[in-house]
């Protein structure tokens, strides 16, 4: 009877391991589920960005003014570009969200940064930056404010006589 019940230990035993393994392998799929869906939606969030420019003339005539300055820019334009990129910059945070969660890897995360810098270079876009910055998240302001650091000091570089 003893021999029987030791079996039976073992095959429980046996049967709880290979639980565990399972629960493991279905956490692990559901991660990269996890993941392939936050990526998908960010990318959707995107396009949805370069559709409207592409779709609305009047938002690319904004995005060409922007490039010129605030001050030269219609009030109409001025509302249209600050909310396009408070969207902008809001999915942006997600994005850096996303990266910080796990959910996003570093090798698709920092080519996007790279992006996010260029997109700070109009002088319309600093500014509104610093009009709304403390809107998002300590650490997506930190990683904003330093291309926008990295962008006047370059500008300010460039402007110095030699």
Do not use: C
């Amino acid at each position: 009877m003893r021999k029987i019940e030791n079996w039976v230990n073992i095959a429980a035993s046996i049967g709880v391991l290979l639980g565990i393994l399972f629960l493991a392998l279905e956490i692990r799929q559901n991660t990269d589920m996890m993941r392939s869906q936050a990526r998908d939606a960010i990318t959707e969030k995107q396009m949805m960005f370069s559709e409207w420019v592409t779709t609305e003339p009047e938002m690319a005539v904004a995005i060409v003014a922007a490039g010129e300055g605030l001050q030269e820019m219609s009030s109409e334009h001025r509302i249209m570009y600050s909310y396009f990129l408070t969207g902008v910059w809001r999915e942006w945070e997600n994005s850096y969200y996303q990266y910080q969660r796990g959910l996003f890897d570093a090798a698709e995360f920092e080519p996007r940064t790279l992006r996010w810098r260029s997109q700070m270079e109009p002088d319309a876009a600093r500014a509104l930056w610093a009009g709304t910055r403390l809107w998002y998240a300590p650490g997506f302001r930190t990683i904003v404010d330093g291309f926008v650091d990295e962008i006047v000091a370059e500008i300010r570089q460039f402007e110095t006589p030699n």
